[in-house]
Each structure stands twice: as structure tokens, then as C-alpha cells.
């Protein structure tokens, strides 16, 4: 079934161990209805798992890690915060499962804008959004993380926002919290072959299991297809946008005692891409003079922007290694965690010098590593102490090697001439930073209907800024009436530049070439500070019906936001001085038996002022207007909308047949007008469609179990629609979204 349940208090409500036991037991389904009908996101994995005590009765480790799941959960609660679940069930019925891209997903949820290039801005930030397995954050990379983890690697996931109490630091738009698969809710394999339009093929196989005190559980997949980026044209196919990729997701786990738990999780993300050409580019340098010079009549007709050769290839590996323990009311899971993530991009080596006036070979590469610890102590029936720590020391690395024409000399008019022999320009660098922060927050009960959590972080960086900041934190939740819950926060934020995302090489070797900025100004990108207040409702309206609405401010000081500026699909951080986001949600959910829907909308108004690093990327006069002037941010969307609904037909029989459907809504990011980010590109709306049929032993084996045939629409009525239309701060390229594509599979569960 297709419910996406908005619920805002259901882990403020476990603040001990027994309590969120109660709140489980309650919520699990009669045995005859089986697991399928759960649907509370990381909830509903312990659910799994406690309903294979009732069908595997004597498996004492099967009780035991239901036990350590729900000790886990209660580590991090989201007290006060906006928490949006997606249960396996949710994740199965979008269109194309667990094959799809994660991004597909994670923008049925509020507040979530699409961008391209895996990109997503949830309530009007930048790319600020936190990715965590099974409690435990990822360092940032080089590459999105949309790209690099793969919606199959989860059982379930949420997506947490607002006023965030104190365990949550340095990336706070957004936590998504994966809950990976495992071997007790994910046991026995699988292997699919999906594909279609687009020479799209993916293959994939997962395995999991358990036998006496491990279980294990491990996933890979290959992809192939055209498309790779966004279409920089309007048509139906891209030129040049070839992509393969494969990913492996890895989870081990051995249970000492009933009280202990060690797990390993590896992953591997490797992806090469070409970069899609757009026909009909004029031929250009920094300076528009080129036009007319005599080099650029000697080069015209040479290349031809529709024959291009750019490439990219992304690389993400990452590993956990968890020690969880309980030890009476103390409960404590410590993780050292490691990420290697590295991007190399390889130009047209003429073309990029014609159309650009630089052809560069730009690698860079990021290594972190770092412990997170979390403890829980329940000091008291009304009072719960949570605090831990986290660091991360990481080592960056930039390498570049330029061609670019020299300047030799002026026109009459003072514009410039080049010669037409090029030079290269190599540049490397590199930095070893860290950062750290630790926390202490207190949930108090103070009525059996009011809870407060209050709590303090002090976070630090030492790369390329350094900065340190204390952090209060402080959330309320009031139940008035049965059903319904009342919630407001403020959060005191401090987020660190990416690391990874800074330049360090010197601008003074490209003066005088094609490749010179117009200003040379290139201040270090700073920390970002912000006051955070946030306030919402929840209510249940009838059985199975629930509605929510939320709303949020945010004034942030040196507001970080990142752009593509060049070829290579890398982003760089810049900050405005001073940022404004508003906005609110409204979301609602209701499901009867086979028959579920939703649907969610938000506004929101992201504003910046003053752009006060990396200036050396942006034109004089744009700088000189967002100076004094407050401006919409690039990727500011005032409203966003999705909506689905699910019913599975033949439910109770050996073959039933789910349908289901989903939508999503944008009025556009920004895009110039009279004014840097002046205008919007056009609204679009793109609806999609999913038929999954099941076999319940198909071919009467004790072997083979499930035969799954799937056919997935996106993009049904084929909507041309914009996502970028190459003009904006920070917007290297148009972008179109995915015209209609039509996949098949089939999926064999053994």
C-alpha cells in the first residue's frame, strides 16, 4: 500500500525503551494480515522484525535484535521536528521500485524541489541535506548523494526537517535517515532485469539472511543508459549523454549478547558519464571580442558544439563499523565511519577552448573519516538524557590542467587579441581539516501530554574557515485532544563551507588569457549561522485519514549556496551575506484496506543579500546589484506539490495486481530577468504511472517464491518542461526534465 504517513511525534513519544516496546506492540498488525500492511518508515522495520518472532517462535536472535532495533531508534528521536516516512511498502509501489533513482522518491515528500544532476533543495536550501545509515551520518563527497546511493540499499527512510533537536548537526535542511536492508526483514534473495526506452538496462541481485548470531544482507546493481544528464535540448533523445554505472551495498552484523551488536556496512558507487551536447552554441571566450578576432575566424567550423567529446567519472566509497551496547538505562552505539569520494572531468580539448576559452582536465578527491558516538540515558520515568559527539578529519585534493590562449595584445578599442598558440596552466592543491561537534539535550515529560526536549551543541571547523559556534536548541510537543499534536522549535544552526567544494588554486596565473574572471576577488567561503524557528499541527481526522501543517523561518548570516560555474559538473560554494527562507507545508494521507492516497504542497521564499566569497565567479555588475539588493536565490521555487495513490486488486489471492500513481508539481526555479534570478522558469507538472503484477509460486518450487512483472511510465502525457534554462546565478547549462519513458521488468524472489 501506497501511505506516506506524515507523523510528526511518534518517536518523541519513545523516550524509553519499554515505552516505544508499547507503542510497537500496539501498532502491529494481526497475524493474518502479515507484514505488507505496516507503514510507519523506521517503525515498521521493527515491526518486520518483531512479526518474525511470531513465525520463526524460538530464534532468540531474532527477539534480541528486534530489542537492539528499538534501542537504536530511540538514540536519535526527532522530538519536535517534521518527520516524513517512507515505509518499504511506499517504496515498492513508486514507479520503478527499487530501481528507481532515490531523488524520484525523496520529492513525493514536503518541501522538496527537484534540480538536476541528482540534486534535490528541501525548504529552500542548497543541496544542505544530511544522509545517514542506520543512524549513522555520511561525510560529504564530490558527488551528489543522490547519485551515489541507490533507493534498493533501503528498507525504509524518512526525511526529518524543521527545528532539529541537538543530536543533528553541520548539514540540518534535511536528515535522511536509511535504514538499510538486513537479513531478519530482508531475508532470501532476489534477482531483476529491468529496462527499456533509451537503452536503459539494470540489473540487479540482493541476498540476505541469518544463522545463529550474524546476519547479513548484500545488494548490487549495473547501469546502463542515455541518460545520464539532463537534456540540454527539448528533445525526445540527448546527444552524447551515455552514462554506466554500478553500485554495492554490503551489511554485517554479529550479536554478542542480548545486549551488544556489531555491524559493518560497506558501499561502492562508481559512475562515468558523458556530458550532453547542446547544437548551436555560439563560439566564445571570456571576452565577446573573440568573435570578431582573427583566431576565432581561424578555429570557426573546426568543432561543432553538437559534436563534443566531455566526460565524467564519479567515484563514492564508504564504510560503518558499529559497536552498539546496552548497559541497564544506558543505551550507546559508537561508529567510525570513512568516505573516499572522488570526481575526474575530461574536456573536448578544442571545443571547450572555442566555446569557453579554457579546456581543462580538473580532478579533485576527498577523504574523511571520523567517529560518531550517541548515548542515551534514562535517568528518570519523566527524564531522558541524550548526548554524544561527532569529528571528522578529512584530506582534500585538487589537480588541474589548463589550455587556455594568452593575451597578446589590444585592438583600437581597447579589447583584447589573443594569440593562437595555447598554454597550459597546472594547478594543485590540497588541505588537511577537520571538524567536530558535541551535544547534551534533556527530554522531559513534563505532562503526560507535554514534552519538552532542550538541549545545547558546540560545533567547530578547522579547513579552509575556521569557526566554532554554541548552539541552543529547544522543541515543545503539546497532544490537547486525542489525535492531534501541537509542536514548535528553535534551533540555533551552524554549517560549515563543504570541504570539498572549496577552491583553493590561485587565480593570478589566468590573468591576461581567455580564461581571466572578471574580478580577481576570491574571498575564503564562510560558515553559515542561522536562527531556525519552526511550528506546526498534526491531526487525525477520522480512522486512517491524517493532515498535517507546518510552517518555518529561517535568517541566516553568510548564507552558503553553490552553483556550477564551467564544464564540469562540479559545484562551488559561495555565500551571500545575509539570507532570508520562509515558508509552510500542508500534507494529508488516507488508506482503507487496498486503497491508499496523498498528497502534500508547500510554498516557500528563499532570499540572499551580498555575495561575500568566491566573488571571482560572478559578472561585476551582478555583484554590484546583489550588493545592496536582496535577491531570489537560484533554486528559490515558491511552490511545490506532489500527490499518488495506490490499490492493489485480487489482494487476498495468489496473484494480486497493484496499481498505482503519482504526481508532482513545480512553478520553476529561477532564472534571469531585469535582475540576477529575476524571473522563473515555467511551471510543469508530470504525472506517473506503475502496474505490478505478482506470482505466488509461479513454477510450484520450494526454491523460487515471488515472480514479480512490472511496466513503469514516467512522464506519461510527455511534458516538455524546463528544469534549467542555463541563465541564473550559478546555472552553468539549460536542463530538461525526462520526457516520457517507458520500463519493463521482472524480478525473481528465491
Known amino acids: 500500500m501506497f501511505k506516506l504517513r506524515f507523523n510528526r511525534v511518534l518517536l518523541s513519544l519513545c523516550s524509553t525503551t519499554a515505552l516505544c516496546s508499547a507503542v510497537y506492540a500496539q501498532d502491529l498488525p494481526d497475524q493474518n494480515e502479515g507484514a505488507a500492511r505496516t507503514n510507519f518508515g523506521k517503525v515498521d522495520n521493527q515491526k518486520n522484525v518483531s512479526v518474525s518472532v511470531r513465525s520463526r517462535t524460538g530464534e532468540d536472535n531474532i527477539v534480541v535484535n528486534a530489542h537492539l532495533e528499538q534501542a537504536r531508534a530511540a538514540l536519535q528521536p526527532a522530538t519536535g521536528a517534521t518527520t516524513y516516512r517512507f515505509s518499504r511498502q511506499n517504496i515498492e509501489a513508486n514507479p520503478g521500485g527499487d530501481n528507481a533513482p532515490l531523488t524520484s522518491l525523496l520529492i513525493q515528500a514536503p518541501g522538496v524541489a527537484l534540480d538536476s544532476y541528482g540534486q534535490i533543495h528541501v525548504r529552500g536550501d542548497h543541496n544542505e541535506v544530511q544522509f545517514r545509515l542506520d543512524g549513522v551520518a555520511l561525510p560529504e563527497g564530490t558527488s551528489v548523494f543522490g547519485q551515489a546511493l541507490m533507493t534498493r540499499f533501503a528498507h525504509d ?57 550474524w546476519d547479513w544482507f548484500a545488494t548490487a546493481d549495473f547501469v546502463h543508459n542515455r541518460v545520464g544528464i539532463e537534456n540540454p535540448e527539448p528533445t525526445f533523445n540527448a546527444l552524447h549523454d551515455l552514462t554506466n554505472q554500478y553500485h554495492f551495498l554490503g551489511h554485517a552484523r554479529y550479536t554478542l549478547d542480548a545486549d551488544t551488536r556489531i555491524s559493518l556496512t560497506a558501499g561502492v558507487s562508481n559512475a562515468e558519464y558523458q556530458l550532453p551536447n547542446n547544437p548551436g552554441q555560439q563560439r566564445q571566450f571570456a571576452d565577446p571580442s573573440f568573435l570578431n578576432s582573427s583566431l576565432s575566424q581561424k578555429v570557426y567550423g573546426s568543432v561543432d558544439s553538437a559534436a563534443l567529446n566531455e566526460h565524467q567519472k564519479e567515484i563514492t566509497d564508504f564504510g560503518i563499523l558499529s559497536l552498539q551496547k546496552e548497559l541497564g538505562r544506558l543505551s550507546v552505539q559508537s561508529s567510525i565511519v570513512t568516505r573516499y569520494s572522488s570526481l575526474r572531468y575530461t574536456p573536448d580539448p578544442l571545443g571547450d577552448l572555442v566555446y569557453n576559452g579554457i579546456a581543462q582536465n580538473a580532478a579533485r578527491g576527498v577523504f574523511s573519516t571520523g567517529n560518531q558516538t550517541d548515548a542515551t540515558w534514562r535517568v528518570a520515568p519523566k527524564h531522558t538524557i541524550r548526548f554524544g559527539y561527532q569529528f571528522y578529519v578529512e584530506r582534500n585534493t585538487s589537480k588541474t590542467d589548463s589550455s587556455v590562449y594568452p593575451q597578446s595584445g589590444e585592438d583600437a578599442d581597447g579589447n583584447p587579441v589573443y594569440s593562437d598558440t595555447p598554454i597550459n596552466i597546472h594547478s594543485g592543491t590540497g588541505r588537511t581539516g577537520w571538524m567536530y561537534g558535541l551535544y547534551a539535550q534533556d527530554e522531559w515529560r513534563v505532562l503526560h501530554n507535554l514534552t519538552i526536549n532542550y538541549g545545547l551543541r558546540f560545533d567547530g571547523v578547522d579547513e579552509y574557515t575556521h569557526a566554532k559556534q554554541v548552539s541552543p536548541r529547544l522543541n515543545i510537543v503539546y497532544q490537547p485532544w486525542k489525535g492531534a499534536a501541537l509542536h514548535a522549535g528553535y534551533s540555533r544552526y551552524f554549517t560549515p563551507p563543504p570541504f570539498e567544494l572549496v577552491g583553493g588554486s590561485s587565480l593570478l596565473p589566468f590573468a591576461n588569457t581567455s580564461a581571466a574572471p572578471g574580478t580577481f576577488l576570491n574571498d575564503t567561503p564562510r560558515a553559515e549561522r542561522d536562527h531556525y524557528f519552526d511550528a506546526g499541527i498534526s491531526q487525525t481526522l477520522l480512522p486512517g485519514w491524517h493532515a498535517s501543517f507546518d510552517a518555518y523561518v529561517k535568517l541566516a548570516k553568510n548564507m552558503i549556496d553553490e552553483g556550477q560555474f564551467g564544464s564540469p559538473v562540479l559545484l562551488s560554494v559561495f555565500n551571500y551575506r545575509r539570507g532570508q527562507v520562509h515558508g509552510y507545508e500542508f500534507t494529508t494521507d488516507y488508506t482503507h484496506g487496498p486503497f491508499s492516497v496523498y498528497g502534500n504542497f508547500s510554498w516557500s521564499r528563499a532570499m540572499g543579500k551580498d555575495i561575500v566569497s568566491a566573488q571571482w565567479n560572478f559578472s561585476p555588475d551582478d555583484l554590484a546589484y546583489i550588493q545592496n539588493r536582496w535577491i531570489h536565490l ?103 526534465g525526462l520526457r516520457r519513458t517507458i520500463l519493463t521488468g521482472i524480478e525473481q524472489r528465491f
Open 634 to 736: 537560484d533554486h528559490d521555487q515558491r511552490w511545490t506539490a506532489s500527490a499518488g495513490g495506490s490499490y492493489t486488486a485480487f489482494n487476498h489471492s495468489m496473484h494480486p495486481l497493484r496499481m498505482s500513481a503519482s504526481m508532482v508539481y513545480g512553478s520553476g526555479l529561477r532564472a534571469d530577468g531585469a535582475v540576477p534570478n529575476g524571473a522563473s522558469v515555467p511551471q510543469y507538472a508530470t504525472f506517473n504511472l506503475s502496474f505490478v503484477q505478482s506470482f505466488e509460486n509461479l513454477f510450484h518450487s520450494r526454491f523460487f517464491k515471488t515472480t514479480q512483472l512490472r511496466l513503469d511510465v514516467t512522464n506519461l502525457f510527455d511534458r516538455t518542461y524546463l528544469l534549467r534554462d542555463g541563465s541564473g546565478i550559478g546555472v552553468g547549462a539549460p536542463q530538461y
Open 157 to 213: 527512510l524518512s526525511l526529518t526537517t524543521g527545528a532539529l533537536p541537538s543530536e543533528y548537526g553541520f548539514l540540518q535542511a534535511g536528515v535522511i535517515d536509511i535504514t538499510t536492508k538486513n537479513g531478519f526483514a530482508d531475508a532470501g534473495g532476489n534477482i531483476s532485469m529491468y529496462g527499456g526506452a533509451r537503452d536503459y538496462f539494470q540489473p540487479s541481485v540482493q541476498y540476505g539472511g541469518h544463522a545463529g548470531k
